[in-house]
């Protein structure tokens, strides 16, 4: 079991799911049912809504966490995240639990910078 904390960035990787004018990169879906091949390389994380976290690796790669069932005490940023499952990376197999709540994954997707970016 490893502990990953969940970031107070949602603001900063919320352009992972949307895309709007100005300065902020647009990011948009890749490939899905990727798997993370390291959970040493996760630099942050942060909570999109009680079903998706996003990830970001050092390599600056950012994934998107599409969670089954709402994760409620994943939405709180204070509240460690626990990793668990086989292996050192994340995969469909990878369950999160916080706050007594475990979650299974649903998708995982690499979201990529969009031409217009």
Partial sequence: MRLLFVAATVAALGACAAS???ARSAYMMGEENVTIESREAVRSSSVLDDETLLVELVSGQR???ALNGPCAAVTDALTPIFVEGPGDGI???TRFRSGGHTCEIRSIARMERSAAS
């Fill in 63 to 65: 994934y998107r966490i």
């Fill in 91 to 93: 995969d469909l197999e």
């Fill in 20 to 22: 709007s004018g100005g």
